[in-house]
Structures are given as structure tokens and as C-alpha cells.
């Protein structure tokens, strides 16, 4: 069990679809799982223990997920917007890693001991390369797929640990494999440290859904990606949705006709956006997807027909409904 069964399923079903939008540049399920096999044999050849990504949304975060569970080894998704000490501090704790980051960043931590550092570019271009792909991967359900650092209530950073199986268990039991039609695209802008964004990866690929990359979040941005790429789902945290809904109040039109659904999650809604934003979206399914780190992701959902019925209600018990984080999934336990 690993989550590049997922990827491999993907590429033998749809391989020509487009996998990943990034700007101008993307991959396709073929091609990303090509690209993985290359970077696996790298990161095995190279002993390395961990592959950590200290980037913004970018193409190299799914491919270094794939990649990693490849070559057998814990991908890491740090934290970018942490303090320079706080970024060494964890990176301490991966070493020896191979560390994939901004050009920026690159530069500025070439030469440290037990990292080993690549610039995205770097990354992507050897991905794309002509090598050859790392044998076959591990399939041992304990392995570590990755390690994600959360803000622990000392203050103190603490490893939420995501073995395969966890992952894979999770789409396998949410995701109807290539489910999305051919043309549906989700806009993503959730930080690849978050295990939302971890989610993102592994559900579209298995659904075959094309992931429509935000590397940095405004509402004006979001409105134009969502509109030039005419994307049919989207997740955001309530703090995005509230500028979305701020900046379409204040327009001329607000309609999105593409988005279907609109799942949203990493905090608490205020009852007064969502009500607001289900006004301008109408026709849009809303669905508020809760979960933990720990979890690998969602535990409890409050539906599209639950945000409708509380809507409609003059109760205002009911009505809350529209805050609250809805009913555990099938097979959760929640006491």
C-alpha cells in the first residue's frame, strides 16, 4: 500500500489528462509519474533519509510527494512563513534531507551540512530529464509517507507522522477513482504544509480531477484563475472565503458559472459569510470538510443539502447548523 498506487492508477487510466496547473507550465498523470520514477532513483542513489519541500504551491510539491513514497523515504512539507531560526530548527531534525526550495533560499542554505539543496527549477529540470526511473516501490503499509510539523500548544513544533497506509486508506474510502469528468478542475490554494494540501494531491489524482495551482492567495487572483481556468470545485479556509465574498459584493457581477462546489475547512466559518457567499453562489454546492493533521484529513462533513435545509429554516437553531462541522464519515468513531 502506497500512495503511488494512486498516481500509477492514474497514469494507466488517464494518463493524457492534465495532472497539475501552474502559470504556464503543467504536467500530465503520464507525465508526473515519469517524473517521479526519475526523482525516486536520484533520492535513493543518494541515501538521503527525508525529502523536505520549503516552497510555495509549485509544481515540485506533488511530484516530490510521489517521488518520495517512491524512493521510500518521508516527504516533509515545511512551513515557509516561519522565522528563519524556526526553519533551521526543524530542518535539524530531517537531516540528512534533500531540500527543495526557492532560488532564493536555495542559495542561502548551499553548503550546510546534511543538505543536500535543490532549487525548484533544478528539481523540475532533473525530473524531466532523461534518466531512468527507480525500481519498483515499497508497498509496506508502515512506511512513513510524511511528516508534517504542527504548531504544538507549547509552542513547540510537533511531527504529525502519516504512514501509507493512513493516506491511502483515506482516498481509497472518499474518492470514486477517476470520478471527474474530463474538463473538471479544482483551484487549490492551501499551503503545501497543510494536510489539506496533502489531501488535494492525492484526491484529484485518484478522482482525475485537474489541480489548478495558487501559489499565493488574493481574492482578485483567485476570481481570475477561477474564471480563466473555469474551474468546477474549489477549497478554501473561511478567512479566503470572507475576501472572496467581500470583493464580489462590490463588483459588477459575480457569477461563476463553472463552480459547481465549493468545500471549505482549517477553521471557523462566521455564520454571516457563508450565508452571504451561498447568496452569490447560489447554484454552488457548499461543504464544510472537517478534519485534524492526525487524521489525514477529513473526519465529519456538513453537506451541500445540510447548508441548503439550514438556509431555507426560520429556526434559528437550524440555522446554526450552517457553523457547525456536520456528521462523521462513514466508519468514523467520534466520542
Same mark, same amino acid.
Given at each position: =500500500?502506497?500512495?503511488? =498506487?494512486?498516481?500509477? =492508477?492514474?497514469?494507466? @487510466? *488517464? @494518463?493524457?489528462?492534465?495532472? *497539475?496547473?501552474?502559470?504556464?507550465?503543467? *504536467? $500530465?498523470?503520464?507525465?508526473?509519474?515519469?517524473?517521479?520514477?526519475?526523482?525516486?532513483?536520484?533520492?535513493?542513489?543518494?541515501?538521503?533519509? %527525508?525529502?523536505? =519541500?520549503? #516552497?510555495?504551491?509549485?509544481?515540485?510539491?506533488?511530484?516530490?510527494?510521489?517521488?518520495?513514497?517512491?524512493?521510500?523515504?518521508?516527504?516533509?512539507?515545511?512551513?515557509?512563513?516561519?522565522?528563519?531560526?524556526?526553519?533551521?530548527? &526543524?530542518?535539524?531534525?530531517?537531516?540528512?534531507?534533500?531540500?527543495?526550495?526557492?532560488?532564493?533560499?536555495?542559495?542561502?542554505?548551499?553548503?550546510?551540512?546534511?543538505?543536500?539543496?535543490?532549487?525548484?527549477?533544478? +528539481?523540475?529540470?532533473?525530473?524531466?530529464?532523461?534518466?531512468?526511473?527507480?525500481?519498483?516501490?515499497?508497498? #509496506?503499509?508502515?512506511?512513513? @509517507?510524511?511528516?508534517?510539523?504542527?504548531?504544538?500548544?507549547?509552542?513547540?513544533?510537533?511531527?504529525?507522522?502519516?504512514?501509507?497506509? %493512513?493516506?491511502?486508506?483515506?482516498?481509497?474510502?472518499?474518492?470514486? +477513482?477517476?470520478? !471527474?469528468?474530463?474538463? #473538471?478542475?479544482? /483551484?487549490?490554494?492551501?499551503?503545501?504544509? %497543510?494536510?489539506?494540501?496533502?489531501?488535494?494531491?492525492?484526491?484529484?489524482?485518484?478522482?482525475?480531477?485537474?489541480?489548478?495551482? /495558487?501559489?499565493? +492567495?488574493?481574492?482578485?487572483?483567485?476570481?481570475?484563475?477561477?474564471?480563466?481556468? %473555469?474551474?468546477?470545485?474549489?477549497?478554501?479556509?473561511?478567512?479566503?472565503?470572507?475576501?472572496?465574498?467581500?470583493?464580489?459584493?462590490?463588483?459588477?457581477?459575480?457569477?461563476?458559472?463553472?463552480?459547481?462546489? &465549493?468545500?471549505?475547512?482549517? @477553521?471557523?466559518?462566521?455564520?454571516?459569510?457563508?450565508?452571504?457567499?451561498?447568496?452569490? +453562489?447560489?447554484?454552488?454546492? *457548499?461543504?464544510?470538510?472537517?478534519?485534524? $493533521?492526525?487524521?489525514?484529513?477529513?473526519? !465529519?462533513?456538513?453537506?451541500?443539502?445540510?447548508?441548503?435545509?439550514?438556509?431555507?429554516?426560520?429556526?434559528?437553531?437550524?440555522?446554526?447548523?450552517?457553523?457547525?462541522?456536520?456528521?462523521?464519515?462513514?466508519?468514523?468513531?467520534?466520542?
Amino acid at each position: =500500500m502506497n500512495t503511488m =498506487m494512486l498516481l500509477e =492508477m492514474a497514469a494507466q @487510466g *488517464f @494518463g493524457e489528462r492534465t495532472a *497539475f496547473v501552474n502559470g504556464d507550465d503543467s *504536467f $500530465t498523470y503520464q507525465s508526473l509519474f515519469d517524473a517521479a520514477g526519475r526523482v525516486a532513483a536520484t533520492l535513493r542513489a543518494s541515501g538521503t533519509r %527525508h525529502l523536505a =519541500m520549503l #516552497d510555495e504551491n509549485s509544481l515540485a510539491c506533488p511530484l516530490g510527494l510521489y517521488a518520495s513514497s517512491w524512493a521510500g523515504i518521508p516527504y516533509v512539507p515545511i512551513n515557509y512563513r516561519l522565522t528563519a531560526a524556526e526553519i533551521d530548527a &526543524l530542518l535539524e531534525r530531517v537531516k540528512p534531507c534533500v531540500l527543495v526550495t526557492s532560488p532564493e533560499r536555495a542559495a542561502a542554505y548551499a553548503g550546510r551540512e546534511g543538505l543536500s539543496v535543490k532549487s525548484r527549477d533544478e +528539481f523540475l529540470a532533473e525530473a524531466r530529464g532523461d534518466g531512468a526511473p527507480a525500481a519498483e516501490w515499497s508497498m #509496506d503499509a508502515e512506511d512513513v @509517507g510524511v511528516l508534517l510539523f504542527t504548531s504544538g500548544t507549547t509552542g513547540v513544533p510537533k511531527a504529525a507522522i502519516l504512514r501509507q497506509k %493512513h493516506l491511502v486508506s483515506y482516498i481509497l474510502s472518499s474518492v470514486e +477513482f477517476c470520478s !471527474a469528468d474530463e474538463d #473538471d478542475g479544482i /483551484l487549490v490554494c492551501v499551503p503545501p504544509y %497543510h494536510v489539506a494540501g496533502i489531501a488535494s494531491v492525492l484526491s484529484s489524482t485518484y478522482s482525475g480531477r485537474r489541480v489548478v495551482q /495558487l501559489p499565493n +492567495f488574493t481574492a482578485e487572483v483567485w476570481l481570475e484563475q477561477a474564471r480563466r481556468y %473555469h474551474v468546477s470545485n474549489a477549497f478554501v479556509v473561511p478567512t479566503m472565503l470572507a475576501r472572496i465574498v467581500e470583493a464580489l459584493e462590490g463588483a459588477e457581477s459575480a457569477r461563476l458559472p463553472d463552480l459547481r462546489a &465549493l468545500s471549505y475547512g482549517g @477553521g471557523k466559518m462566521p455564520l454571516s459569510v457563508i450565508e452571504r457567499a451561498m447568496t452569490l +453562489f447560489p447554484d454552488t454546492d *457548499f461543504t464544510n470538510a472537517y478534519g485534524l $493533521t492526525e487524521t489525514s484529513s477529513t473526519i !465529519a462533513v456538513l453537506g451541500p443539502q445540510d447548508h441548503r435545509d439550514a438556509v431555507a429554516s426560520d429556526d434559528p437553531a437550524v440555522r446554526r447548523r450552517l457553523v457547525s462541522v456536520g456528521r462523521g464519515l462513514p466508519g468514523v468513531e467520534i466520542q
